[in-house]
């Protein structure tokens, strides 16, 4: 196991050089640069601004240049829509509160669709099947915009129980972190529901329940273990966008995170910090998809790294 | 060619698996329900007059009435026709969007499956990495270059969606290929090509229909982002997502134009959901654990 | 910096972001986020809203007219070209460092100066000696520019500008502390370190979120709050939303779609403001070369139900390019901007198209500018009988495409610098990098280059009226409506004044208790 994952981290500096190099290309392909406005600058002016960032040297010398950059101390520029902000300075701001923010809503997705899925599948008629199923209407068929703005209006205005917007309080990450966290908890459910059915009609479940194990103990003790995989698999990708932020939600709660950063430098032009936001996802969504590959191993015993 | 050597059974034994699914019959019956009505309604619509673009200022922000069965809209237009023009938009979207996904994440999931050994790994490295991408730069870049019309859109939201099809089509490529029928035809000399075409996209076939009834809501849900950016279709083409974008905007806790978010929402949320079902539906019934 | 990265993808301090000191004493909420600290750069409505926190310049902008900022009063020669400005006594940098006539001097050379290459220097233009400077044909020392002594300055013009004392009021005269800027080049605007000379420092900014500004010791007054906040907020309605639950204190624009049900409320402001909202016609593309089609097209165009059911904050119908608020000047009448479908019909009969009037309607994402475009879509196919088609851009590319001329008619707003009809009419000269319309009229120009020499007021706002009289009869635009500012200040807030280019000195700002 421990080889797997050093084999696997060993080829994390080569995607995040593909990575970066992909980003660095493509955005320069984008119609537009990072000084248009609707106001022009004067030619002279343009003229400067662009030596200023290097934006008029070839292009394969301002990639060379760059990557030396990232290269020699993880540095990756200054960014081009904030004047004397640097890339790096900037994701420190946002990844943080990101990271904060995506624990929480994770944690939510985890916490509520974790038990609906194992209880609908325990007993499969019932309530409980019908709540998953009105949890996945809401998570999963409606846009984000939607849900966020649907909860702000009753949350914060009609029952004015929590803040309608803003970062700071405990009570201001309620909100986000639920509008965030609805969609993976719904798919948490299914997949939970799915993997659990699929544990318990295997032998070892029915073994248990011959020899009296207790039901609740089965299903939380032996068939859990089994009966998460899916989901296990699953959170890994989520759990890497959802930590990076989302730009729907941020924007809705005005929360300073890394998603207002990867759109907005796609729109803004922002070479460097769009290839700042890329690399930053890649390297969070690898080492979760290994984090959980060896969750899985972990509790599946059936499983061998290679 | 016996129908035991598919993976997931017979196709007829599938469809009465499916039928028997209660939730997944209902999707179907809403979903073809909704299609009809999209496909249908706006021309009895016209005979009674109301279309979906004309736009009567003085019927600005209309709640639901006589004349406006579902209100009007910003721009006084009947909100019913134009959810129902969106709603051919969506599905289209949705239906084609994922289609192209669909075939393209299958053809390379299975053709690096096929492959196998180095180049197998090589080609899922690529998946790997693509997933990393600012998928924001590609809509745009397509959208600047082959401007923005509902095609353009379709082949961008493709794009972005076909990595984990190509993964689920590699997976299940790489199990069959060391099931004995395989094996057996490549004794027997066959052509990679002809296993392929012969064996292959017959049993891969079912598991991404399965797959397309999910990637649809994802579709759909992903044009409703891009138009909450301003970056998905375009006036005077309507989408549910639109509609939807549009109905937020005109939230505020001052004054709640509740017929403009409520329609889409219900419109889409059952839409999703029902094809939610028929997903869940279709993959139960091709489950091979539960084969008969 | 990259220690700071790591730190962060480590999660060290992950909650710590939660923390954020004690509450401010006042709360603003701007929709941008501010570009750039640096006065000569700024060009942002959000800069400059910041900027009159952190700086001060010689004349501070007041409700009617200049008022005096750290110069205590200044005097204009007879012939109108040369201004003294006496400064106060006492002036100090936020560093504690003294602040003279110097500094003053060398901070506008710094802005001429090719080597700074500044967005705003051309606002310079008319000093003596500015634009060879700008232009790279001169020494900076030849601005006429001088400090005879530390609380004296004489500036030297070219020819008499009336609009020159509210100039003095932007961003790019004030004061900078040029020592830090040498010493710290690449990050003299980081909170802490930026050194200014208003009623407020910066003491943090983090981007998307909030500037926390506190009180400048050194300054000449005693600032009314101890903290203010500027909120950066993407989004109008979560902006509004923050107003609204009583987290803000002043909101800097409010969101049109909930201006019609709180119009009546005290706390509002609608000014009008100088800035307007106009379709550009690119003239280099068949049939829009022909001004009969032009005219067809804005006598075709309802601006009344325009501002009434789509954009209805409280806008006007624009009669004129320059919005009629600048002080001494008279728009033109004109009778091609008004509505008038069956003259628009002549119009465009006279012109004799081959074929039925086809035009395609190019607009940014933003949600305005759709609409304005589905109602002009209307009704152009309404009165004109006309094919209307819309294309939507990403910011970027519109951008790109109103440069490159890639367009028929495109939506389009200017926003003053100052209060003169020059800053607007001045984009469609013929070399203006903002004209992008393929329109150039040597009369026009000329009429613009004669006001920019003219001494006598009255006769240079006649030279002015007569441009806009051609652009308006002959030109690539097409005036919809004028723009108003909006402002929700909360009710215990005193001291705010409406003013034409919704400026606002924050530390006239007081709470009642």
């Known amino acids: 196991m421990l080889r797997f994952a050093v084999r696997r981290l060993a080829f994390l500096p080569v995607a995040v050089f593909v990575i970066l190099s992909a980003a660095f290309f493509l955005v320069r392909t984008l119609p537009g640069g990072p000084f248009d406005r609707e106001r022009s600058l004067p030619p002279a002016v343009q003229k400067r601004v662009r030596e200023a960032y290097h934006l008029d040297e070839p292009v394969w010398r301002q990639y060379v240049r760059y990557l030396e950059g990232v290269a020699a101390d993880l540095d990756f520029g200054p960014s081009t829509r904030y ?48 709540l998953s199923t009105t949890l996945a209407l809401v998570g999963v068929a409606l ?3 939607v849900v966020a ?25 309620v909100l986000p972190a639920i509008a965030l966290g609805l969609p993976v908890a719904a798919v948490v459910a299914r997949l939970v529901r799915v993997g659990m059915i699929d544990a318990l009609s295997q032998d070892f479940a029915r073994t248990a329940r011959a020899d009296g194990v207790a039901p609740s103990r089965i299903l939380w003790r032996h068939a859990f273990r089994i009966g998460c995989l899916p989901a296990v698999s699953y959170l890994g990708p989520a759990a890497a966008s959802v930590l990076t932020g989302s730009f729907v939600v941020e924007k809705i709660f005005a929360i300073p995170g890394m998603g207002a950063h990867f759109v907005n430098s796609v729109l803004n032009r922002d070479a460097p910090l769009l290839v700042g936001c890329a690399v930053t996802y890649f390297v969070v969504l690898y080492v979760m998809n290994l984090f959980s590959d060896l969750v899985h191993a972990g509790l599946d015993p059936r499983i061998r790294l290679r | 060619m016996p129908a035991s050597i598919h993976a997931f059974g017979s196709v007829d034994a599938a469809l009465s698996r499916f039928r028997r699914e209660p939730l997944a019959r209902a999707g179907l019956i809403v979903l073809v329900a909704l299609a009809a009505t999209c496909v249908v309604g706006p021309a009895i619509l016209d005979r009674l007059g109301i279309a979906a673009r004309t736009i009567d200022l003085e019927a600005q922000f209309e709640p639901p009435s006589f004349h406006h069965w579902l209100g009007a809209d910003r721009q006084g237009r009947d909100l019913l026709a134009r959810l129902l023009e969106g709603g051919r938009l969506s599905l289209a979207i949705g239906i084609l969007g994922a289609s192209v996904s669909l075939a393209l994440g299958g053809a390379y999931g299975a053709a690096a499956g096929l492959a196998g050994g180095r180049t197998d790994r090589t080609m899922m490295r690529v998946v790997d990495l693509l997933y990393g991408l600012p998928y924001m730069v590609i809509v745009i870049l397509l959208g600047a270059y082959l401007g923005r019309s509902v095609l353009v859109l379709f082949l961008a939201l493709g794009l972005v969606e076909w990595l984990t099809p190509a993964r689920i089509a590699r997976g299940e490529v790489a199990r069959f290929r060391e099931r004995e029928f395989v ?70 806790p001052v004054r709640v134009y509740w017929w403009l978010v409520l329609f889409p929402a219900a419109a889409l949320a059952l839409t999703l959901l029902s094809l939610n079902w028929v997903g869940e539906g279709l993959r139960a019934a091709l489950d091979p654990k539960r084969r008969a | 910096m990259g220690t700071g990265l790591r730190a962060g993808l480590l999660g060290i301090g992950l909650f710590a972001s939660c923390a954020r000191g004690p509450r401010a004493d006042f709360v603003a909420v701007l929709w941008t986020e501010v570009e750039t600290f640096d006065p000569a750069q700024m060009t942002g409505v959000a800069d400059g809203s910041v900027a009159r926190a952190l700086w001060e310049g010689l004349l501070v902008p007041g409700d009617r007219g200049p008022e005096p900022g750290i110069a205590e009063r200044f005097d204009v020669s007879d012939d109108g070209l040369a201004y003294t400005f006496h400064l106060r006594d006492g002036l100090r940098f936020s560093d504690g460092s003294t602040l003279d006539a110097a500094d003053v001097a060398r901070s506008w050379a710094r802005v001429v100066d090719p080597e700074t290459a500044a967005n705003n220097a051309a606002l310079f233009d008319g000093i003596r000696g500015a634009r060879d400077v700008r232009e790279g044909r001169v020494p900076v020392a030849s601005l006429g520019v001088v400090a005879p002594d530390p609380r004296t300055l004489v500036v030297t013009l070219e020819t008499p500008i009336a609009s020159f004392p509210d100039r003095v009021t932007l961003p790019p005269f004030y004061p900078v502390h040029l020592a830090s800027i040498a010493s710290h080049p690449d990050d003299w605007q980081q909170p802490g370190r930026l050194v200014c000379n208003g009623p407020y420092v910066l003491e943090s900014w983090r981007v998307n979120d909030r500037m926390r500004l506190v009180r400048n010791p050194y300054f000449r007054e005693r600032a009314p709050f101890g903290r203010i906040d500027f909120l950066s907020v993407e989004s109008p309605m979560t902006a509004f939303n923050l107003y609204a639950t009583g987290q803000a204190d002043w ?51 309802d601006r009344d139900a325009l501002v009434r059911h789509v954009t209805r904050a409280g806008e006007r119908p624009a009669t004129s390019f320059v919005p009629p608020l600048v002080p001494g000047y008279d ?3 004109t009778s091609f901007v008004r509505f008038d479908p069956a003259t628009a019909r002549a119009c465009l009969a006279e012109a004799r198209l081959s074929s039925p009037l086809d035009v395609e309607i190019l607009y940014a994402s933003a949600d305005v500018n759709r609409e304005v475009a589905l109602a002009l879509q209307d009704q152009w196919s309404r009165q004109l009988g006309a094919r209307v088609r819309l294309r939507n851009q990403e910011w970027k590319v519109y951008i790109q495409s109103t440069k490159s001329c890639d367009y028929d008619v495109a939506r389009s707003s200017w926003i003053a610098d100052y209060p003169d009809a020059e800053s607007f009419l001045d984009v469609f000269r013929g070399d203006d990098p903002n004209n992008r319309t393929g329109w150039r009229s040597d009369r026009y120009d000329a009429l613009l280059e004669a006001a920019s020499r003219v001494r006598d007021r009255a006769r240079r706002s006649k ?11 002959e030109g690539p635009v097409l005036p919809l409506y004028f723009m108003v500012s909006t402002n929700l200040v909360r009710p215990s807030i005193v001291g705010f004044e409406s003013s034409p280019m919704d400026w606002h000195l924050p530390h006239r700002l007081r709470r009642t208790a």
């Open chain 1, 143 to 145: 846009p984000s915009f």
């Open chain 3, 463 to 473: 030279l002015l009226s007569e441009a806009e009289r051609i652009l308006l009869e």
């Open chain 3, 251 to 301: 909101l800097a624009s409010v969101p049109r779609d909930v201006i019609p049900d709180i119009r009546d409320r005290p706390d509002l402001h609608i000014e009008p403001y100088l800035g307007v909202c106009f379709y550009r016609i690119n003239v280099t593309r068949k049939p829009f070369d022909d001004p009969r089609v032009r005219r067809a097209l804005s006598l075709a165009i």
């Open chain 2, 183 to 252: 094996l057996a035809a490549r004794a027997l000399g066959s052509t990679n090509r002809a296993i392929f075409r012969r064996h292959l996209v017959r049993n891969l076939l079912p598991v991404l229909v399965a797959y397309l009834a999910l990637t649809v809501p994802r579709v759909i849900l992903f044009e409703a982002f891009l138009s909450y950016l301003g970056l998905g279709v375009q006036p005077p083409d309507v989408s549910w997502g639109l509609l939807a974008a549009d109905g937020v905007q005109a939230l505020t």
């Open chain 3, 331 to 333: 728009p033109p009448t």
């Open chain 1, 149 to 173: 703005s649907l909860l702000l209006l009753l949350f914060g205005f009609v029952l004015e129980w929590l803040p309608v917007a803003g970062w700071g309080t405990p009570a201001h990450v």
């Open chain 1, 83 to 130: 004047a004397n902000r640097s890339v790096n300075g900037l994701l420190a701001d946002s990844l943080p509160t990101s990271f904060a923010l995506g624990a929480a809503a994770l944690a939510f997705a985890v916490l509520l669709g974790a038990p609906i899925g194992v209880w609908s599948a325990a007993r499969p008629r019932g309530a409980l099947p019908l």
